[in-house]
């Protein structure tokens, strides 16, 4: 479908995007039409040469780096000359004296309050009304629908509430209550009455009292009692009328009527425009912008058919209780909701500049979503501070971050808003911003408010930067190689070191398996273990399950114990993770090749068809993976980097691509997360047609010269050939 243009300033604006701005986020924000567009138009023709010189400078480091590995490819391979090789190119910056951020206005969710965060496509308004709506999640439900209870013993869980189960989740729920609420010489497994509450006195002794902090009553009956550890909220639920019992059954065989335990789960929410949508034009624009502007607004909804009923979704109001002083009090209801804006690299023909240029997209989201938050200061519904929170990902090295400062202070001027209002999470996902993360965040001290580490895609950066130096690891050992706990460390390390303590987060990346939150239980504890405030869950019920981490580890406690240690060391971020095996047997090579293969095709196929940027996708073993880009990229960039090296072939990869491809559209076709979507095109039988298929060989074929190893410029082409 070709795009119509509307000509205003020097600019030519889709009419889908002119008519949204125009009709829907300048109305009620005080920013006259003349004003916003004006101010528009100067800042992308002002920013988009500084745009381009950056994303120049990169491609001539990674040339320089490339021909260095080739002039030394018969050499054993020297990390000091590497190291000093990188500093004479510029790619590492001399760090400077020592400093602290200056970042103000901090809602306390990202300062105070460390848990669980939610990572959600902008592009669908339902799951970010879930995802808002998770910051309060009910434990019962998230441990009687998980594999966290196991189903044995007649544990099952069945079309029907199961008595046996629901006695397990009661068991366990009270041992975590023990654990986290304990009360003086007895225990909640011991308890057989229900509490009582009488001048805002509570019944139970605590081992802390100040745990208990406020409660509430239905017809002078106790129905909630709330408590705090680690800065988080238990509210425990009574039914003491029997009006919950035909709905919920669980609390009525418990024997003081606990109906539920609803945790304080989903702290933020990162509402992203970038890995986990498709979004390629200005109608696909439009729809993240317009939900964006819906949750700033509170008006959001979605309305959807579930077990033949009709369901309408929209934002949860605040939580009422009373204090233990007898004063009424509110609790935010939501996650404090936060807006991944796309990177440098990509462009958008939604806009198009006065050369005929398209607009540089991440220019275009931190100007749009930036003018729809001035509708939540109004209220103050997301933030308190009247703070923008804006995750810039894929940033290489300090200039690109310092660029990222002048965009945001720009926005601000012709926003009329207060100088650092917008506050930037900075993605350590890129290895130049890993070795010069320090000189990162000084370049946004006055902003930043988040790092964190997301292993896919700098693992991916890892790859396709050292393409030259050899062949890599397999995919499944780069977890066990020496950058990657230095580069995990040193995240956190600097993070410290600067300041980030009490004030700003400090984040881990996903666990993608949605369906094993048994095993999520088992790991994931390793990141408050590590230092970080927040860590990513693919869903609300795995929030709901991490927040009992943070439960465990008081965070801001361990961080005061790791400042201590010996920071992270830059040439072992440095090492470049090469195989040492000189030759692989065709069965390992064959099985590298399907693992990798299969993640790419079910991916690309459902990005490219139908639309969906992150979805739970199966692996090769049936296992439901939440996937997004950075899978892609790792994946992609892998079996490039074993084609250049001669570890396999292209007829080899070819035929794999093909085999797997059955295996894609059995899984796909049997899928029923992909109805509502455009009807499911099988790849297979279907190789010369494929749009999919042609893409999915493309990302492997041409990875070598793919910008970064980024998965996006062939995405996005092919997505607009099958669209249009």
């Not at 008519?19 to 986020?25: M, P, S």
């Not at 200005?282 to 949750?295: F, I, M, P, Q, S």
């Not at 085999?659 to 894609?664: N, R, S, Y």
Request: charged share 30%; proline share 3%.
């Amino acid at each position: 479908m070709k795009e119509e243009y509307k000509k205003i300033k020097n600019l030519s604006v889709s009419i889908k995007l002119f008519n949204f701005i125009n009709k829907e986020l300048l109305p009620g924000s005080k920013i006259k039409k003349d004003i916003f567009w004006n101010g528009f138009d100067k800042f992308l023709h002002e920013l988009t040469p500084k745009n381009k010189q950056l994303l120049e400078f990169r491609e001539k480091l990674q040339k320089q780096i490339d021909d260095w590995h080739k002039i030394k490819k018969e050499e054993k391979f020297n990390l000091n000359k590497y190291t000093n090789f990188l500093k004479n190119i510029g790619y590492l910056v001399k760090p400077g004296s020592n400093f602290k951020i200056k970042t103000n206005n901090i809602d306390k969710e990202i300062s105070s309050i460390c848990g669980p965060q939610l990572v959600c496509p902008v592009s669908n308004a339902r799951f970010l009304l879930n995802a808002a709506n998770a910051r309060w999640v009910s434990l019962y439900d998230s441990l009687y629908g998980t594999d966290v209870i196991p189903e044995i013993k007649g544990a099952l869980k069945g079309k029907t509430y199961n008595p046996i189960r629901g006695k397990k989740v009661i068991e366990y729920a009270r041992h975590l209550l023990d654990k986290y609420i304990p009360l003086k010489n007895t225990s909640w497994k011991k308890l057989k009455k229900i509490p009582e509450v009488k001048n805002n006195k509570l019944s139970l002794k605590l081992v802390n009292p100040k745990q208990f902090v406020g409660y509430n009553k239905k017809l002078n009956k106790l129905s909630s009692i709330l408590f705090k550890n680690n800065n988080l909220h238990i509210d425990i639920i009574f039914d003491q009328s029997g009006d919950l019992e035909v709905n919920n059954p669980d609390g009525n065989q418990d024997n003081i009527k606990i109906h539920d335990i609803i945790l304080e789960s989903a702290i933020s929410t990162i509402c992203d425009h970038e890995d986990s949508v498709a979004a390629v034009d200005a109608e696909d624009k439009v729809n993240g912008y317009r939900n964006w502007l819906g949750l700033m607004k509170g008006d959001l909804k979605s309305e959807f058919t579930k077990k033949r009923q009709k369901i309408l979704r929209k934002l949860n109001t605040d939580r009422s209780y009373i204090s233990t002083k007898g004063k009424k009090f509110r609790l935010n209801g939501r996650s404090l909701l936060l807006n991944r804006n796309v990177g440098h690299l990509m462009t958008n023909a939604a806009i198009l500049l006065e050369d005929g240029s398209e607009c540089p997209e991440g220019l275009m989201d931190a100007f749009i979503t930036s003018a729809a938050c001035i509708h939540d200061f109004k209220v103050g519904r997301n933030s308190k501070k009247k703070s923008i929170y804006i995750v810039k990902p894929k940033m290489h090295g300090p200039e690109e971050c310092k660029f990222t400062d002048l965009i945001f202070e720009k926005v601000e001027k012709f926003l009329k808003l207060k100088k650092f209002t917008i506050k930037c999470g900075i993605m350590d996902e890129e290895r130049r911003t890993s070795v010069n993360l320090k000189e990162c965040i000084r370049s946004l001290k006055n902003r930043v408010f988040f790092i964190n580490t997301g292993f896919l895609d700098r693992t991916g950066d890892e790859i396709h930067t050292s393409m030259e130096c050899g062949a890599m690891v397999k995919k499944g050992e780069m977890k066990k190689t020496k950058w990657i706990e230095a580069y995990e460390n040193n995240n956190v390390d600097v993070g410290l070191a600067t300041g980030f303590s009490g004030k700003c987060q400090i984040g881990k990346g996903m666990y993608a398996a949605p369906d094993l939150m048994k095993e999520m239980i088992e790991q994931k504890i390793a990141h408050p273990l590590a230092g970080a405030n927040c860590a990513w869950v693919p869903s609300p019920t795995a929030a709901a399950l991490h927040v009992i981490h943070y439960h465990d580890v008081n965070v801001f406690s361990k961080q005061q114990e790791l400042i201590k240690r010996k920071p992270a060391k830059l040439k072992d971020i440095l090492t470049i993770p090469i195989t040492e095996r000189k030759n692989y047997s065709y069965e390992e090579i064959t099985s590298e090749l399907k693992n990798n293969a299969q993640g790419i095709l079910g991916y690309v196929v459902r990005w490219i068809d139908q639309s969906v940027g992150c979805s739970k996708v199966p692996d090769i073993n049936g296992v439901g993976l939440m996937e997004d880009r950075a899978t892609l990229r790792i994946s992609s960039q892998h079996i490039a980097n074993w084609l250049h090296h001669g570890i396999c072939s292209r007829k080899q990869v070819l035929e794999i691509l093909k085999k797997m491809a059955k295996v894609v559209d059995n899984q796909n076709i049997k899928d029923p997360a992909l109805k509502g979507h455009a009807p499911y095109q099988t790849m297979s039988g279907n190789f010369d047609k494929s749009v999919a298929f042609k893409t999915a060989c493309e990302l492997i074929f041409h990875g070598r010269v793919q910008p970064s190893g980024y998965t996006e410029p062939l995405l996005h082409l092919n997505r607009l050939i099958k669209k249009n």
